[in-house]
């Protein structure tokens, strides 16, 4: 299909100003000098600061309770090496875990059976960290390049932040791939041009895990359509060699795993299951009223949801279309970004809610909920509602509410525990509605309360310029 929405012919050549050499070159100029340099290894020192807690926190946790979803990759690509049925093995006593992804998934993960467990884990945090990295850039670039000289500082402190959210920490503990599939996403969605055919890297994290092809729906609700002939094609390309290199693992998957579902992936009415699904089932209706139910409200999300997600992109674009997105740093070019952003955050959500099973982990695409929110920090309203958020998320709040109802005192606890039981879930709910309809409104009718960006860029500590 089409080489890739607005994709430049070349770069240039290598002495000229545009080409990568000549980028390279500059950065290298800008921080080599003394004071950016300063401003880059402290960026470094607060990432390394904050992160590295977390690191020890689970790579010295006991070996049956760390990364345990890691051990279920490799134990995949072990399979692969030796022969044995992708879908038949289980992860080592106690967890006894079963891959659950397509086989294309199991492909990726041979690499990590050449090396030793220890090693293991340790690359996968670092691909972990370097993947959230480069959401974090993509969420929060506005805010980020409006930092001025403080920007390795600004990128290295929202870096720290968002890895201590309950979704990212538990990335880091059970050695999860949800960040570097909305990595994929968001490179593959928001820029306004991209280096390759957009809709590849959809289709990539699609073969990886199913659960992105709601990206598929948002490219074409939004008139990406050759988007989305890359994405299927290159998810269908993915598949069909893995269907090559392991046609009976494929046939298990497709026409036997797939289908057992939730009885494969763990309980529905566990308290980490925020999907609207679990939600249902922690209420215990009979069936087939609780199907019935989780059916009727996944129409009404994802109807609603999908109509907000387009919304949101398509006014978006048309701010892009009026001020030159890609010319320039304008107050609507930045909100053109903050509302493309918010439509790809709001599938990201429905994503995990529309699924049978939403562990908070998957819910990271808290992340760029919380970029949309603060644009470049300019809108001190939508600030503070992305301060709440992010203390929302930053608290095992389902937890508490399960203790609350383990507390056994009737309904004075039962009903208040069932809630915040959902409390992930329903802020998740919350916030397609916040984003669709709020964010959307502010920006439509130009309310946001920003300061003038011809002025000087923030200073650290302050949102004003």
């Not at 069909?240 to 290199?245: D, H, S, T």
């Not at 494929?250 to 795993?257: M, P």
């Given at each position: 299909?089409?080489?890739g929405?607005?994709v430049?012919?070349?770069?240039g050549?290598?002495?000229?100003p545009?080409?990568?050499?000549?980028r390279v070159?500059?950065?290298?100029?800008?921080?080599g000098?003394p004071?950016?340099l300063?401003?880059?290894?402290?960026g470094i020192?607060v990432?390394?600061?904050?992160?590295?807690?977390?690191?020890?926190?689970w790579?010295t946790?006991?070996?049956?309770?760390r990364?345990?979803?890691?051990?279920?990759y490799?134990?995949?690509?072990?399979?692969?090496?030796?022969?044995?049925?992708?879908?038949e093995?289980?992860t080592?006593?106690?967890?006894?875990?079963?891959f659950t992804?397509p086989p294309?998934?199991?492909l990726?993960?041979v690499p990590?059976?050449v090396?030793?467990w220890?090693?293991?884990?340790w690359?996968?945090?670092?691909?972990?960290?370097a993947?959230?990295?480069?959401?974090?850039?993509?969420?929060?670039?506005?805010?980020i390049k409006?930092?001025?000289?403080?920007?390795?500082?600004?990128?290295?402190?929202?870096?720290?932040?968002?890895?201590?959210?309950?979704?990212?920490?538990?990335?880091?503990?059970?050695?999860?791939?949800g960040?570097?599939l909305?990595?994929?996403?968001?490179?593959d969605c928001?820029?306004?041009?991209?280096?390759?055919?957009?809709?590849?890297l959809?289709g990539?994290?699609?073969?990886?895990?199913?659960v992105?092809?709601?990206?598929l729906?948002y490219?074409w609700?939004?008139?990406?359509r050759d988007?989305?002939?890359?994405?299927?094609?290159?998810?269908?390309?993915a598949?069909?060699?893995?269907?090559?290199?392991?046609p009976?693992d494929?046939?298990?998957?497709?026409?036997?795993?797939l289908?057992?579902?939730?009885?494969?992936?763990?309980?529905?009415n566990?308290?980490?299951?925020?999907a609207?699904?679990?939600?249902?089932?922690?209420?215990?209706?009979?069936?087939?009223?609780?199907?019935?139910?989780w059916?009727?409200?996944v129409?009404v999300?994802?109807?609603f949801?999908f109509?907000?997600?387009?919304?949101?992109?398509l006014?978006?674009d048309?701010?892009?279309?009026?001020t030159?997105?890609?010319?320039?740093?304008?107050?609507?070019?930045?909100d053109?970004n903050?509302?493309?952003?918010?439509?790809?955050?709001?599938v990201?959500l429905l994503?995990?809610?529309?699924?049978?099973?939403?562990?908070i982990h998957?819910?990271?695409w808290i992340?760029?909920v919380?970029?949309?929110?603060?644009?470049d920090?300019?809108?001190?309203?939508?600030?503070?509602?992305?301060?709440?958020?992010w203390l929302?998320?930053?608290?095992?709040?389902?937890?508490?509410?399960?203790k609350?109802?383990s507390?056994?005192?009737?309904?004075f606890?039962?009903?208040p525990?069932?809630?915040v039981?959902?409390?992930f879930g329903?802020?998740?709910?919350?916030?397609?509605v916040?984003?669709?309809?709020?964010?959307?409104?502010?920006?439509?009718t130009?309310?946001a309360d920003?300061?003038?960006?011809?002025?000087?860029p923030?200073?650290?500590?302050?949102?004003?310029?």
């Open positions: 299909m089409g080489a929405n607005g430049r012919e070349r770069d050549a290598a002495g000229e545009g080409s990568p050499a000549a070159a500059r950065a290298a100029r800008r921080w000098t004071p950016e300063m401003f880059l290894v402290a020192a990432v390394a600061v904050t992160v590295t807690p977390i690191l020890v926190w790579l946790n006991p070996p049956d309770q990364m345990v979803d890691l051990e279920v490799r134990d995949g690509g072990r399979a692969i090496l030796r022969g044995a049925p992708l879908y093995v289980l080592q006593p106690p967890q006894l875990l079963p992804y294309f998934a199991s990726l993960a990590f059976t090396i030793s220890k090693a293991a884990q690359l996968w945090m670092a691909l972990l960290y993947a959230l990295a480069v959401v974090v850039w993509y969420s929060f670039r506005d805010l409006r930092s001025g000289r403080w920007a390795p500082v600004v990128a290295g402190a929202l870096i720290g932040a968002t890895a201590w959210l309950m979704p990212v920490f538990d990335q880091a503990r059970f050695g999860q791939v960040v570097l909305m990595a994929l996403c968001l490179a928001l820029p306004e041009r991209t280096r390759w055919p957009r809709g590849v959809v990539l994290a699609v073969a990886i895990k199913l992105p092809g709601v990206f729906i490219f609700i939004t008139g990406r988007a989305a002939a890359n994405a299927v094609l290159t998810a269908g390309a598949t069909l060699g893995a269907f090559a290199v392991l009976h494929s046939a298990d998957f497709w026409f036997g795993a289908l057992e579902g939730g009885d494969r992936t763990g309980a529905v566990g308290t980490t299951n925020q609207i699904n679990g939600m249902i089932a922690r209420i215990y209706l009979p069936d087939p009223l609780g199907s019935l139910v059916v009727a409200l129409a999300m994802a109807y949801g109509r907000l997600a387009r919304r949101a992109t006014l978006g048309d701010l892009a279309a009026g030159g997105l890609a010319g320039g740093a304008s107050g609507r070019a930045v053109a903050s509302l493309r952003l918010a439509g790809i955050a709001i990201g994503s995990v809610l529309l699924s049978p099973v939403g562990w998957h819910l990271v992340i760029p919380l970029g949309a929110l603060v644009g920090g300019g809108d001190t309203p939508r600030f503070r509602i992305a301060a709440l958020v929302w998320f930053l608290f095992p709040l389902p937890w508490w509410g399960a609350l109802i507390l056994q005192h009737g309904l606890t039962k009903i525990g069932k809630i039981q959902d409390a329903l802020a998740a709910v919350f916030l397609v916040l984003l669709g309809h709020w964010l959307v409104a502010r920006l439509a130009g309310k920003r300061q003038d960006a011809s002025r000087p923030a200073g650290v500590g302050t949102l004003a310029p």
